[in-house]
């Protein structure tokens, strides 16, 4: 069983960048396929980005492509979700998670594992 931890949210202006992160303990987190998903008050997970393979495997939601930047670091048994030219509408808690299946990488039921969240806030 894998635990995970994020961080890094916070409070930032519109334009901004934020780095999460997404700390795992018990299992090799590269031995997974680790998602990000977002969830704003009022709606469901949505899907974000996911990595799997040491970045071989690299997805990305349509709505933030060439803005968020998604990574793995292999000897901290990590993944990083670098977030630029954030918006209002990226405002959510946001989770990392983790499975063994690479069938169904951007539904929430694909993945075993999640951890608490953290929040992001973008002002106007």
């Known amino acids: 069983q894998v635990q995970l931890v994020e961080s890094g949210g916070g409070l930032v202006q519109a334009g901004g960048s934020l780095r999460l992160s997404c700390a795992a303990s018990?299992?090799?987190?590269?031995?997974?396929?680790v998602g990000w998903f977002r969830q704003a008050p009022g709606e469901g997970r949505k899907f974000v980005a996911a990595?799997?393979?040491?970045?071989?495997?690299?997805n990305y939601g349509d709505s933030v492509k060439g803005r968020f930047i998604v990574s793995g670091d292999v000897a901290e048994n990590t993944v990083s979700l670098q977030m630029n030219s954030l918006k209002p509408e990226d405002t959510a808690v946001y989770y990392c998670?983790?499975?063994?299946?690479?069938?169904?990488?951007?539904?929430?039921?694909?993945?075993?594992?999640w951890g608490q969240g953290t929040q992001v806030t973008v002002s106007p």
């Open positions: 990595i799997a393979r040491s970045g071989a495997y690299i």
């Open positions: 998670a983790a499975g063994t299946s690479g069938l169904s990488t951007m539904i929430p039921s694909g993945y075993n594992y």
């Open positions: 018990g299992r090799t987190l590269s031995d997974y396929f």
